[in-house]
């Protein structure tokens, strides 16, 4: 039973860190058009190191 709510746990953080994410590209989109795929690169590959570092943990 305690494995299945650390499941849960993980799944509403993943949830929240989406929405967040989301979110703050919407917002980047709104604001700078012009610069957003730069920013949207860097963003990416700074996410593909944070999933690598955290799988490198396990």
């Known amino acids: 039973m305690k494995s299945g709510m650390n499941f849960v746990k993980g799944?509403?953080?993943g949830a929240a860190v989406g929405m967040v994410s989301?979110?703050?590209g919407y917002a980047m989109v709104k604001q700078n058009k012009h610069g957003v795929k730069k920013n949207?690169?860097?963003a990416l590959k700074s996410m593909s190191q944070l999933v690598d570092n955290?799988?490198?943990m396990f």
Do not use: C, R, W
């Open 54 to 56: 955290v799988g490198s």
């Open 40 to 42: 949207v690169s860097k």
């Open 11 to 13: 799944m509403g953080l």
């Open 22 to 24: 989301g979110a703050v």
